[in-house]
């Protein structure tokens, strides 16, 4: 394939994965790697590499949107600025930590725990289960560790990790505005420092195709940027009219099915 039509490809992808994100109220990354890894095999990427070519590219892209967001949340006041500052030296070392497990686990092996991810995620959505809302904040330590574990997964799965850190922060006592948007905040170091690593440690990999650096998809990333931010302002249209639980059912369901592709692969 050349170059444009590849590029071609990606704009329909983002356009897809952004659709969905706005609709379905997630983050991109979510959608992001699971139409990657398609995209990938179709193009006959070698699957060794496959997944961490995903989740490299899916995080470069989660820093230019997480960016807009994290504005945007940051102009209007809310981001709680200490807890932020609290988390953020473990979300850095966590998300390095998870790009380096990821570069020692084999494709399968980290296809079929992203599998999994995504098939507990579906579940909670089924159920509903919401932390119960704190009123007293932990000390630093504590948010430090809360990081950390944060952005070791976020950088394994190529997330920006609102899944984790909005109810954390609930239950440290911040309002759900204040949640959302520290959160976003939250992503954009996440992405920054896993993008970065993940161009390091696949960094000359023999199996990489034409216009990758490192793990990370550059024709992919301008694709689903350019296609992605726009597109989501369509899905978050039809999300407001379509029913909430309908919505919530379906989504949990498209993660089943995707999740389950990625176990039994």
Known sequence: MTFAAIL????????VAGTMAGLFGVGGGIIIVPVL??????????P?????????????????????SA?????????????????????????????FIAD??????????FGVFVLLLATKMVIGLTPKPGTIAPGKVAMSIAGGVVGAISALFGIGGGAMTVPWLSRCGATMTQAVGTSAACGLPIAVVGAVTFIVVGWGNPHLPHWATGFVMWPAFIGIVATSVPFARIGVRLAHVLPADVLRFCFAALLAVV???????
Do not use: C, D
């Not at 006041?77 to 030296?89: Q, T």
């Open 71 to 99: 504005l945007g949340h940051f102009r209007k006041g809310s981001v709680h600025r200490a807890w932020f500052m609290a988390l953020l030296p473990g979300l850095m070392l966590g998300a390095i930590a998870g790009v």
């Open 37 to 46: 890894v398609f995209a990938f095999g179709l193009q006959g990427i070698s």
């Open 104 to 113: 020692n686990l084999s494709g399968t092996v980290l296809g079929t725990l």
């Open 259 to 265: 999740g389950l592709r990625f176990i039994l692969a």
């Open 8 to 15: 071609a490809s990606y704009l329909a992808l983002g356009a």
């Open 48 to 68: 060794e590499i496959t997944m961490h070519l995903a989740v490299g590219t899916s995080l470069a892209t989660i820093v230019i949107t997480g960016a807009s």
